[in-house]
């Protein structure tokens, strides 16, 4: 098998190999890890539709892990992809209204960080012994809500690691909170702060920056790392669930050999719809990437006009997770367009750290073809929500009514009626008030629970297992601390 390795988005040279690149996370110039090439797939089609979600995983991730033994990946593949999620297929489909919604949502913490969450950790620490390092990784995150829970689900409890979380106090919801402050294993931490999400996340990097703080660590055999979506060994395993999808539509005749599928992706970050691109780079039949934003929309502007420009107002909505004005991941995306050039990339980097904002050249622009962009309003997202559920019984989340509104705005347009995957981000019990007050406003005088009950009773659905647990879950963290304060308990918890 042909070696990838890995290099900066923003300089030449420096090529690293996968495991060292998953333990790095962010090369030291500040650019993203990208893979020297986009492998392509070495399995046809018809051999990829007999496979279960573990195998598929495997041809995918082998073609770019390539330092990783087959023992080694496909170890950390089954302690990834098994009982934490509550179907057996991982990746399931649902047909609704003429299009194929993948839910990436049955894992650990009912949303699709969970489809990277879940095998980061044993991708951390199969590279670790592989780079022969002996210290313990403490993974730092700050969070708005989301990615920490998901990040301490996968981390709780693998050997070798320890999870450090800070959320804002009060600026997270009620559920998440409990979520977080429930969360079981010996390894996890979970500290509230008296600041916003901006604060914590400034204290969690002031502590990464911290020399002195690294040594001290290093002396009682600790290391810090993270677990951002920026990290190479969470984009790539998203990579395997596009395949996935393909090869099941194949397997049940919705799409013949080599018939083409459009792919629609609620986009924040944009480390989701990067994967579905590189699924298509591999040769994977995929024609258009269809981009949904909300009414952040700086990636639908972008898609319009070839200018990113993040200098607008940062607009609160209820698909949170897609509330972004930097997507980090589209970095990726413009280092390819400019035809693998660092400092192109890095050159227009520079200029959105600067002034906030920066135009591709038209040769640029052209190769962004394969994309197209929309965005839905509040309004909208919500009528799509109560109008899918009143027609077909099907309930979404709201980010993924983000994804179905792009979707009928592409389709209304152009009248393409290519076979279509939806990514289906989040249950809907995640975020349950909006979706209920979606369908009836009438349901938001009934508390969290309470409603939670009510969606399980008019989407006929069960429950699941992750709102169960917390209903009647044991407080296991109650931490409190000031901003100037997250190093000393950083030092506290590692006993240091
Ligand atoms: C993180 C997230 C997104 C956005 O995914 P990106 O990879 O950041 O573009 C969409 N929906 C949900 C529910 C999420 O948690």
Redesign the pocket.
Known sequence: MKEILYKSTRSEGGYLKASEAILKGLADDGGLFVPTEIPELDVSVEALSKMTYQQVAYEVMKLYFTDFTEEELKNCIAQAYDEKFDTPEIAPLAEVDGAYYLELFHGKTI???DMALSILPHLLTTSAKKNNVKNEIVILTATSG?TGKAAMAGFADVKGTRIIVFYPHGGVSPIQEKQMVTQKGDNTYVVAIEGNFDQAQSGVKKIFGNKKLAEELAEKGFQFSSAN?INIGRLIPQVAYYVYAYAKLYAEGKLAQNQKMNVVV????????LAAYYAKNMGLPVDKLICASNENKVLFDFFQTGEYDKNREFILTTSP??DILISS?LERLIYRIAGDNAEKNHELMTRLATDGKYAVTDEMKDRLSDFYGNYATEEETAQMIRETYEKTGYVMDT?TAVAACAYKKYTDETGDDTVTVIAS??SPFKFTRSVMNAIDPKYDKLSDFELVDELSKIGNIKVPNAIEEIRNAEIRHNNLVRVDEMEAIVKKFLSI
Do not use: W, Y
């Open positions: 949303a699709f960080k989301d979506s609620p986009t924040g970050n944009f480390g989701n719809i997770s897609m991941n980010h981000t989040a």
